[in-house]
């Protein structure tokens, strides 16, 4: 981005967020944190290429990657204000349309992850197939770590899923977690309370 993009077409900012608390779709947790390595990860770019020159400065983009979370939304709409008001000239009103806008957006992404997933569990089930649940976190996106270990399993015919692609319809999931519901281990598929405790982490849980 800096050396590439920002030489054809000037970038004024680079906005990479520190996530300190994210949306959990599972029940009784003790808190919903990021992952350290996930919201410190802006910080420890913003060192890397700052430490012995400032390749920002040097470029003429402002780094930007003040904190947020986004369990409260309207902690996060002041702090998207406070961050941006000012840098892109807009009004207070127009911030909070802009991140409830982005929050629906945000839900009706997650809809349709889900909707799609649903599909293709279905179609698993009604052909007796198996299909791959890939459980990691944020960076494991990155192929130069996970080995593209997602198109290999693709390649030979098992449909990769996410587990935000995963119903969270505690009545759909009801028929997997049926022994423990029936002998009141946990009172919802949405819990994992019984198994660990201390569930802090988001991207853990």
């Known amino acids: 981005?800096?050396?590439?993009?920002?030489?054809?077409?000037?970038?004024?900012?680079?906005?990479?967020?520190?996530?300190?608390?994210?949306?959990?779709?599972?029940?009784?947790?003790?808190?919903?944190?990021?992952?350290?390595?996930?919201?410190?990860?802006p910080k420890v770019i913003r060192a890397t290429f700052t430490k012995e020159t400032d390749f920002f400065a040097k470029n003429n983009i402002e780094y930007v990657d003040a904190a947020f979370t986004l369990t409260e939304r309207n902690y996060f709409a002041k702090t998207m204000f406070e961050t941006w008001g000012e840098r892109l000239g807009i009004t207070e009103d127009e911030n909070d349309h802009a991140c409830r806008q982005g929050f629906d957006a945000l839900r009706a992404f997650d809809a349709e992850m889900e909707?799609?997933?649903?599909?293709?569990?279905?179609?698993?089930?009604?052909?007796?197939?198996?299909?791959?649940?890939?459980?990691?976190?944020?960076?494991?996106?990155?192929?130069?770590?996970?080995?593209?270990?997602?198109?290999?399993?693709?390649?030979?015919?098992?449909?990769?899923?996410?587990?935000?692609?995963?119903?969270?319809?505690?009545?759909?999931?009801?028929?997997?977690?049926?022994?423990?519901?029936d002998r009141g281990f946990v009172d919802t598929p949405l819990t994992v309370s019984d198994v660990w405790p201390e569930n802090y982490s988001t991207n853990s849980v």
């Not at 800096?2 to 949306?23: E, G, R, V």
């Not at 089930?125 to 299909?131: A, H, M, P």
């Open 1 to 41: 981005m800096i050396f590439k993009k920002s030489a054809a077409n000037q970038l004024d900012y680079i906005f990479f967020p520190c996530l300190t608390h994210m949306p959990t779709f599972v029940n009784g947790v003790e808190d919903s944190t990021s992952c350290p390595i996930v919201s410190g990860a």
């Open 115 to 181: 909707r799609r997933g649903m599909e293709i569990l279905e179609q698993l089930e009604w052909e007796n197939k198996v299909g791959v649940l890939l459980l990691g976190r944020l960076y494991h996106l990155d192929p130069g770590l996970n080995h593209s270990v997602l198109d290999e399993y693709q390649a030979l015919g098992y449909p990769v899923l996410s587990i935000r692609s995963i119903p969270k319809d505690p009545r759909w999931l009801a028929r997997f977690f049926k022994d423990d519901l």
